[in-house]
């Protein structure tokens, strides 16, 4: 496990943000992902009401989980 600013990333995960990056008009893979990661931390520091199974869907309808 790598700690600070470094992420490892499976490279066809990292293959598949960098064209859901572009697609959605971000500048950057770095931009997309840190958007996505904060939102998905605030929804769960917020106690988002959503359950796990609509969360499953709606990452699977994004392309981020299979």
């Given at each position: 496990?790598?700690?600070?600013?470094?992420?490892?990333?499976?490279?066809?995960?990292?293959?598949?943000?960098?064209?859901?990056?572009?697609?959605?008009?971000y500048s950057?893979?770095?931009?997309?992902?840190?958007?996505?990661?904060?939102?998905?931390?605030?929804?769960?520091?917020?106690?988002?009401?959503?359950?796990?199974?609509?969360?499953?869907?709606?990452?699977?309808?994004?392309?981020?989980?299979?």
């Amino acid at each position: 496990m790598i700690f600070g600013n470094n992420l490892k990333v499976d490279p066809e995960l990292l293959k598949r943000c960098k064209s859901c990056a572009e697609e959605a008009g971000y500048s950057s893979v770095e931009e997309f992902v840190s958007h996505v990661l904060e939102r998905e931390c605030k929804a769960r520091e917020t106690g988002s009401q959503e359950s796990e199974e609509e969360i499953s869907k709606r990452l699977k309808g994004l392309g981020y989980i299979e």
